[in-house]
């Protein structure tokens, strides 16, 4: 029988508005390096880093439920000027905030 994938937890945040620029930041590179840069994804990594906050900020600490709130959430940008959507959006976080905490998630789950 195969093994669920642990849940990550995150540690609650000792300062979740420097979280909040962190993430902003290392998103809006992500975004400008996998593609071309967009004035668009400015404003991307900013709503990211918004959700990402509140959510931390109201106790979420779980990765599964932080991503999930942000593809909900980033349902209602308006992605049209973009390259990207909610769900590409939503598992670029996953991937910066897994590799912050030395977690190489590119192969088979592990």
């Known amino acids: 029988m195969t093994e669920p994938i642990p849940a990550i937890t995150l540690l609650p945040p000792e300062n979740p508005e420097q979280e909040g620029t962190w993430l ?60 990207y959507g909610e769900f590409a959006i939503a598992n670029a976080v996953s991937d910066i905030l897994l590799e912050s905490l030395g977690i190489d998630n590119r192969c088979c789950g592990q």
């Open 24 to 83: 902003q930041k290392n998103l809006h590179k992500w975004l400008d390096e996998q593609f071309i840069p967009e004035a668009v994804n400015q404003k991307i990594a900013e709503r990211a880093a918004q959700i990402f906050v509140r959510q931390r900020m109201e106790g979420e600490n779980d990765l599964g439920s932080l991503v999930l709130a942000i593809v909900t959430e980033m349902q209602a940008f308006d992605f049209s000027k973009s390259f």
